[in-house]
């Protein structure tokens, strides 16, 4: 029983893995036919991994079970559910339908969703080498996590792969801005903020918005995120300090 609790988060962990592979097979296996119901549910797999991989953590601080060998395992995790799957769902959706016609489009979307790869790699490396060393209640760069499921919020809304140029060169314009975010020094509130009442009517008034407006709901939850987070941090460097700008340590 000991062993089985200390494999519990690792399991959970494996779950995460199994939702990203998942939604690599359904994008490779769709980049022919282009089915909108077959892409949103590779999008929505991101999704379900995010989940799992909230709920790892939780599983092993419940269970006091926590170890290095999750927190590598855990890791590499986050590498391919929350940096290649979406990077090869958005590369299959947003070009591969396009390669006949144009072929350069093609390519900028490869390099385009490489450059988000490796930003979200980058992203973890510097997260795991910063522990303990930057503000706890900011996150330096936005997680890797909300930057897949700001690109999968995107097939979510608008599942039919892109059939123009002007789609196409959007695309490759989101998958550069948020692979930036991610290896960016903004400050990005994190959830181990203070919990308050206003925090509380802010979840349920999310909780209106996504019954009302559902699969759009995610595009315009991630547009308000990282908008008020920029404005955020363009506040603070005028001196503003209305919200608590995060506390700054040596080589941070």
């Given at each position: 029983?000991?062993?089985?609790?200390?494999?519990?988060?690792?399991?959970?962990?494996?779950?995460?893995?199994?939702?990203?592979?998942?939604?690599?097979?359904?994008s490779?296996?769709?980049?022919?036919?282009?089915?909108?119901?077959?892409?949103?549910?590779?999008?929505?797999?991101?999704?379900?991994?995010?989940?799992?991989?909230?709920?790892?953590?939780?599983?092993?601080?419940?269970?006091?079970?926590?170890?290095d060998?999750?927190?590598?395992?855990?890791s590499?995790?986050?590498?391919?559910?929350?940096?290649?799957?979406?990077?090869l769902?958005?590369?299959?959706?947003?070009?591969q339908?396009?390669?006949?016609?144009?072929?350069?489009?093609l390519r900028?979307?490869?390099?385009?969703?490489?450059?988000?790869?490796?930003?979200?790699?980058?992203?973890?490396?510097?997260?795991?080498?910063?522990?303990?060393?930057?503000?706890?209640?900011?996150?330096?760069?936005?997680?890797?996590?909300?930057?897949?499921?700001?690109?999968?919020?995107?097939?979510?809304?608008?599942?039919?792969?892109?059939?123009?140029?002007?789609?196409?060169?959007?695309?490759?314009?989101?998958?550069?801005?948020?692979?930036?975010?991610?290896?960016?020094?903004?400050?990005?509130?994190?959830?181990?903020?203070?919990?308050?009442?206003g925090a509380?009517?802010?979840?349920?008034?999310?909780?209106?918005?996504?019954?009302?407006?559902?699969?759009?709901?995610?595009?315009?939850?991630?547009?308000?995120?990282?908008?008020?987070?920029?404005?955020?941090?363009a506040?603070?460097?005028?001196g503003?300090?209305?919200?608590?700008?995060?506390?700054v340590?040596?080589?941070?």
């Open positions: 029983m000991q062993r089985a609790k200390f494999a519990l988060p690792s399991i959970v962990t494996l779950m995460s893995i199994a939702c990203g592979f998942g939604s690599i097979v359904i490779v296996d769709n980049a022919r036919e282009g089915a909108a119901q077959d892409y949103r549910l590779a999008a929505v797999l991101l999704v379900l991994a995010g989940v799992f991989d909230a709920l790892d953590g939780m599983v092993a601080r419940a269970t006091n079970t926590q170890s060998f999750g927190m590598q395992l855990d590499i995790a986050d590498v391919m559910n929350f940096g290649c799957a979406p990077g769902l958005l590369y299959c959706w947003g070009f339908h396009m390669a006949l016609d144009h072929p350069t489009l900028l979307g490869g390099m385009a969703s490489f450059f988000f790869v490796a930003c979200g790699a980058l992203r973890l490396a510097r997260f795991n080498v910063s522990v303990g060393r930057t503000d706890p209640r900011y996150f330096v760069g936005m997680p890797i996590t909300a930057g897949a499921a700001c690109v999968a919020s995107v097939v979510v809304a608008w599942p039919s792969p892109a059939t123009s140029v002007l789609q196409g060169g959007l695309i490759v314009l989101l998958l550069f801005a948020v692979g930036s975010l991610m290896v960016s020094t903004v400050r990005f509130p994190s959830s181990k903020q203070k919990k308050s009442w509380l009517v802010l979840l349920l008034v999310n909780l209106g918005l996504l019954a009302w407006l559902q699969e759009a709901y995610f595009v315009l939850f991630f547009a308000c995120y990282i908008g008020f987070t920029l404005l955020l941090n506040a603070w460097k005028t503003w300090t209305g919200v608590a700008p995060p506390v340590y040596d080589g941070d």
